[in-house]
């Protein structure tokens, strides 16, 4: 079963973020990296990907005149994903329990961000079997 | 992976020769797992090579020869003294030719082969996994594709069932006939499984990845080849077939779904039907009837009927009522609510379906609505049915599911 | 340059997408059909996938000893994901004709839904998140 698992983050998390010590930083992505490198060892791995940073989003809304009307504003509050996994495992309990190491990734001081992990499962475009 | 233009006969040739290859080379060296990876790497040569210099004469014999000296180099690099001394390094040494290995060949490898990449002790999908390799003789790029996972990710499932198998001191021999009888389930259980993947990853008559379809029905007529007198072995063969029959009618041209009694029945495959029907009439002549016959059984009276009204549905309350002693389980339950509902009327469906109310295995699991919502519909609670359809939608993953299920939420809201 | 192009939806638009007619139904699922095949015979298709409805959505949290706390229950204004297309194309400009085309899905009664799909380069190089 495929699910994918949402990191998400608000401008004001991405800043505090960068302020972060480079130690911390690198502590923070190589629990990450462990958890990936885990991930492909037990063949769950599908993918991960990041995204860049919110102020590079842009929103679109249909076109006007041919030309699609893009808005770049977005309120400070307002989550953006960050990045996400996708895993290929037996349960939906495995997905919780391959979240909550992620949102266990330690942050400042080597405290664990307790960060939320939202986890979805993949719909497919397949009949089911009758 | 190298692009090789490989005809068809030759891919299939290949494929059929690799458990065998892989019997020899597994009972001559005594390593599963190394000679495994020796017989994948001769099958990449033949891949690469079969296209430019044409099919060897004994193609069997030099795959054998191939994986051969894979494994002698293998065990000549290993550093260590003392794995010079280990039974795989004299065995090594002392081999005279591939000649002389062929003629070591069994008519059981494939299925002790079987018996080892199903072992209980491998997850589903690791069982899955090394027996499409192993006995089906794919490689780890076409199963990493009919999965849709990365193919690092499906090598490493594969080198974990086979440490697993390492680790459990399985020898490569054939159970004895008791514990035989105690894994067949296991095997045929793993059988089943590439099947339902492969059909439920169909859509019409498309291949949308590689066919598993195919290769479980493939894997189950070797298996009966194996053991023709199994009824089981000869039941799920039937329930493949019966089953597979319906594929290319299940969804239409815009690749909806089309359930059972909506169906075109021009469409289906009557020489599958046939065989089905063939087999299965032989394998309830063999002994007590067991769990494939019986879905087999019940797949053959829905094919024989020439229109959805001509269904025999008492015969099919029949078996499911069978069914529910020898292997109770929720989606039994769920299609004798189906079958109960259709010869004593909804009501009747309808209260059996209470009893999966409070089953924690069904809990959110969308057929339970979705079949509430058909028989509520059918007892003229629209309300309550299209209530049904909408929170079956909310719980199903597939895409074309879901869409027939909101279709008919709409269907009856617009009334 | 790898884009994402993400659909999303508040539990309330996803109740409503259930309640639309036959026609409506049809209609969309028809040109989400058409639009995939378009990006795929144009050679910008890297992947898409729909995800599982907002109810059997789960928020995870660290917890105690390795034991996840999970959590199913979300504010009425929060966003869920619905959908993604992942394209390839050679400029931004391409990535917001596409995701313009996207957003032109048809909605309750035919009309293009005009839906706001939002639009971000994927990074390259897997496991550098937010940098």
């Known amino acids: 079963m495929k699910y994918i698992l949402l990191m998400s983050g608000t401008k004001a998390g991405v800043e505090t973020y960068h302020a972060w010590s480079k130690q911390d930083r690198e502590a923070h992505m190589a629990v990450l990296q462990r958890i990936n490198k885990e991930l492909t060892a037990s063949g769950e791995f599908v993918t991960t990907q990041g995204l860049t940073e919110p102020r590079e989003a842009k929103v679109v809304r249909g076109e006007k005149n041919g030309v699609p009307v893009t808005d770049g504003i977005f309120p400070e509050s307002k989550e953006f994903l960050l990045g996400y996994w996708i895993v290929d495992v037996a349960t939906p309990e495995r997905a919780y329990v391959i979240a909550g190491q992620i949102s266990a990734a330690p942050g400042p001081g080597g405290v664990p961000t307790n960060m939320p992990i939202e986890v979805r499962q993949f719909a497919t475009y397949e009949p089911k079997p009758k | 992976m190298a692009e090789h233009t490989f005809d068809i006969p030759s891919e299939h040739l290949l494929r059929e020769l690799a458990p065998q290859v892989l019997g020899v080379i597994a009972r001559r060296f005594g390593d599963f797992a190394a000679a495994e990876d020796a017989v994948q790497e001769a099958m990449i040569a033949a891949f690469t090579q079969w296209p430019q210099q044409g099919v060897p004469g004994n193609p069997r014999g030099w795959l054998i020869q191939v994986a051969c000296r894979r494994m002698t180099d293998q065990v000549r690099s290993d550093v260590a003294r003392r794995d010079r001394e280990t039974a795989v390094a004299r065995e090594a040494e002392t081999t005279s030719s591939s000649a002389d290995i062929e003629s070591d060949m069994d008519p059981d490898d494939t299925l002790i082969l079987l018996f080892m990449c199903c072992h209980p002790a491998l997850s589903r999908s690791s069982a899955i996994a090394l027996t499409l390799r192993a006995v089906g003789g794919l490689t780890t790029a076409e199963i990493a594709n009919a999965f849709l996972v990365p193919e690092a990710t499906m090598a490493q499932r594969i080198s974990r069932a086979k440490q697993t198998i390492k680790a459990s001191g399985l020898s490569f021999r054939l159970p004895a006939a008791q514990e035989r009888a105690e894994r067949l389930p296991a095997v045929l259980h793993v059988l089943y499984l590439i099947f339902n993947e492969g059909y439920a990853s169909s859509i019409g008559a498309q291949l949308q990845r590689l066919d598993l379809v195919r290769e479980a029905i493939r894997l189950t007529r070797n298996t009966k080849a194996l053991l023709p007198d199994n009824a089981e072995v000869v039941g799920l063969l039937a329930l493949m077939l019966l089953t597979d029959a319906r594929r290319t009618a299940r969804t239409g041209p815009d690749e909806e779904l089309i359930p059972l009694d909506k169906q075109d029945r021009t469409l289906w495959d009557r020489a599958e039907i046939s065989e089905g029907i063939k087999l299965l009439t032989s394998a309830l002549s063999k002994g007590p009837v067991g769990l494939y016959q019986l879905q087999a059984a019940i797949a053959a009276v829905h094919d024989e009927a020439d229109r959805a009204e001509d269904t025999d549905w008492p015969q099919i309350l029949a078996l499911y009522d069978l069914l529910k002693r020898v292997s109770p389980s929720p989606m039994v339950t769920l299609n004798h609510a189906i079958a109960a509902a259709m010869v004593h009327g909804p009501a009747q469906g309808l209260q059996l379906l209470k009893a999966l109310d409070t089953d924690p295995r069904l809990a959110s699991h969308y057929r339970l609505d979705a079949v509430r919502a058909h028989l509520l519909e059918k007892m003229g609670d629209h309300e309550a049915a299209i209530k049904h359809y909408r929170i079956a939608a909310t719980q199903t993953t597939s895409i074309p599911e879901q869409n027939y299920l909101l279709t008919q939420a709409a269907r009856l809201a617009g009334d | 340059m790898k884009y994402i192009l993400m659909m999303s939806g508040k539990k309330s638009d996803f109740e409503g997408y259930a309640t639309w007619s036959k026609e409506d139904l049809q209609a969309n699922v028809a040109f989400m ?98 940098i």
């Open chain 3, 33 to 130: 059909r058409a639009f995939s095949k378009e990006l795929k015979d144009s050679g910008v298709f890297v992947s898409t996938e729909g995800l599982g409805w907002p109810s059997e959505a789960r928020l995870v949290r660290a917890g105690e000893n390795g034991e996840p706390v999970t959590d199913g229950v979300f504010p009425e204004s929060k966003e869920f994901l619905a959908g993604y297309w992942i394209i390839d194309v050679d400029s931004l400009e391409q990535a917001y004709k596409i995701a313009a085309r996207a957003s032109q899905a048809p909605g309750p009664g035919g009309k293009p839904a005009n839906m706001p799909i939002e639009v971000r380069p994927v990074l390259s190089g897997h496991a550098d998140l937010g």
